[in-house]
């Protein structure tokens, strides 16, 4: 079963900043948030992932929380093409922990 | 670089066959892990290989069974088809090397079946 809950859907202005929300209250220390989406009809797509530190990258910003128990994936500037089904996912670093599992996601629809 | 591949896109089968999906996995990537996503759900772990063995299972009867080849492509075999299996089926590539690794995902094979 996935370690996370989200938000089912939540949608956001074209240009604005989308905050998608996680709860992972029982990551272990040495557990990896990570965050993908799927567009419509394809592959998930990484973004970016991180363990203890805020990340970003050309893509979006993740930051997690002192305690770990929730992150908030950013952003910045949302566009059409960003509406997918973004998922977040606690992954292990090594063996059998190291397998993404996947919920339901989050459905974010970026509207003009 | 090449990214992931899946052949063939599209699949229809009927209840009891079996079938054999592909997957090319991203260049210089050891790793493959096979997903099967039911519609409306998050993709689900069917099983991985790295260096041509089963390195990880889900919860998946024996029916599926898998193949690594020494050019780190894959196939996911299915037999005795049922309904419940029709599904987008994915492949995902990455490098272990020791730490975490990064997954790369095709664009999938829909299996339909009747």
């Known amino acids: 079963d996935a370690k996370t809950t989200q938000p089912t859907s939540m949608d956001c202005a074209e240009g604005r900043a989308a905050n998608l929300p996680c709860n992972h209250s029982?990551?272990?220390?040495?557990?990896?948030v990570y965050w993908y989406r799927q567009i419509h009809s394809q592959g998930p797509q990484y973004i970016i992932h991180?363990?203890?530190n805020n990340e970003t990258n050309e893509m979006a910003s993740l930051i997690i929380t002192e305690d770990r128990k929730s992150s908030t994936l950013i952003l910045p500037h949302a566009t059409l093409r960003d509406t997918a089904v973004y998922y977040c996912i606690v992954r292990g670093a090594t063996g059998a922990n190291s397998k993404l599992t996947f919920g339901k996601g989050i459905t974010l629809s970026v509207r003009p | 670089e090449t990214g992931v591949t899946q052949s063939p896109t599209h699949l229809i089968k009927t209840r009891g066959q079996q079938v054999t999906l592909r997957c090319s996995s991203q260049s210089g990537h050891n790793t493959v892990s096979w997903y099967q996503q039911a519609l409306g759900q998050g993709p689900q772990f069917i099983f991985q290989?790295?260096?041509?063995?089963?390195?990880g299972r889900g919860n998946f009867p024996p029916r599926f069974s898998g193949l690594q080849f020494p050019n780190y492509s894959s196939e996911l075999n299915v037999n005795a088809l049922e309904l419940d299996d029709s599904a987008l089926y994915l492949c995902a590539s990455s490098l272990v090397a020791g730490g975490i690794d990064e997954q790369f995902f095709g664009p999938g094979t829909r299996l339909t079946v009747l």
């Open positions: 029982t990551i272990s220390g040495n557990e990896y």
């Open positions: 991180g363990l203890k």
């Open positions: 290989y790295y260096r041509e063995e089963e390195n």
